[in-house]
C-alpha cells in the first residue's frame, strides 16, 4: 500500500472519510461485471472475507453489507437485542450518539452514559453505570471518535465489560486497518467498519464481526429486521453468496486494497498511521492551533481536530482552503460545527501532503486574520 503515497494528487482530500483512493484500486471497479450468484463471485466474497477476518484479527465470523457504516451499526442493534431491552451506550460525541438515536428507534432503552465532547471514555464511570444497572444486557462504543478527534482505549474498557459479562459491541468504523483494533485479543462481540475509511476503498460496503455469544445474543433476538438480519448472510454464505445483489465494483478494489494493506503488514500499516498523526498534530501545534481532545494522550491516530480561535469561521477557512488551494478538510458536527476543524489522516499520507495542508492553513489563517 505505501507504495502508493503521492505527490501528483490534484487535490488534497483530508476528511476523515472517504479517503483518496489510488488509480490501481479505483480502476478496479471499471472490471466487467459478472454473476454475483456464480464461482467467480463467490471467490471474490471468500477470499475479501478471509483477508478482512486477518486485518480484525478474529476467528468469529464476519460479514460484508453493501450499506455505508451507519447500515451495520442498525444491524448491531437490530440483530441482537428485543423491544424493552436495556443497554449502555457510552458515548464521547455524535457517532457515538448515533446508537442511542437507532437504539431508540427500536425501542430499546438505553441508558446514555455521555462525556464531555474532546474527552475519552472514562472507565471508572463506565464501571459505575455498569453495577447501577444490573438489567443492561450489552455496552455499545465508539472506538474513534470521527466527530471529536478522541480515541477511547479498548483494553481498558474491554476489561471491564468482559468482567459483568456484557455483549460488548464497538463501532470501529473510522480505527480498524488504521490503528490496532483486535477483536478477539479484545473480546468484542461485535464490530463493525465500512470501506471508505482506512480500507483505502470507495464508500458502499460495511463489515460486520460476530462472536459465538453475539449468535446467542441473535438467537433470542426479537427486533424486526430483513436487509441486514445476519442469519440471511450467515446462510447464503454458505453458499458463497451475499443475500442481495452487492457492489461488485467496490468488491472488486476492496480485494485489491486488502492484498495491498496485507502485502504491507498490519504492524507497519498501523505505524504509519501513527507517524503521521504525530507528524500533523505536532505541525498544527507549532503553527499556533490547540488540539480539541482534552489530552494529546486520547487524540486520534487517524484524524485530528483542532480548535479555532474565536474571530475566525470554520465556513471561509474551509472554503478558502478548498477554493485557493485544493485542500479538503471537515468542519465539526453539530453544536461544534463552528467550533473546531478536522483534518483527516487515513489511508495513505504523503510528507508532501502534510506540508501542502499545513501550509495552505497558514495562508487561509493569515488571510482570515487580515
Ligand atoms: C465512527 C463513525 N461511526 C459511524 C459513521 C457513519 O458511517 P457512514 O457515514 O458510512 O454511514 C462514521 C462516518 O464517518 C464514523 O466515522
New binding site residues.
Partial sequence: MQKYLSDKNETNLRL??PVPVPFDILNEQTKPLINHRGNEFSYLLKNCTDKLKQIFATDNDLYITTS???GV?EASISNFLSEGDEIIVASVGW?GD?FTEIAQAYNVKVINLSFSHGSNINCIDLEECIKKNPKAKAVYV?H???STGVQNNLSDISKIVTKYSLLFVV?G??SVASVPCETDKLKIDVLIS?S?KGWVTPPGLAFISVSKKAWNYHKVSSLPKYYFDISQYKNYFKKGQPPFTPAIGVMYSLDKALDLLIEETMPKVYERHKKVAYKIRTKLIEIGFELFPDDENHASDTLTSVKIPKETSTKQIIEKLENKYNVIISAGQGNLSDKILRIGHLGLVSDAEIDWLIESLIKSMEKENE
Avoid: L, V
Fill in positions: 476523515p472519510g455505508s457504516g451507519t451499526m457517532f448515533r465508539t474513534n471518535e470521527t463501532d468504523i473510522s465500512a471508505q
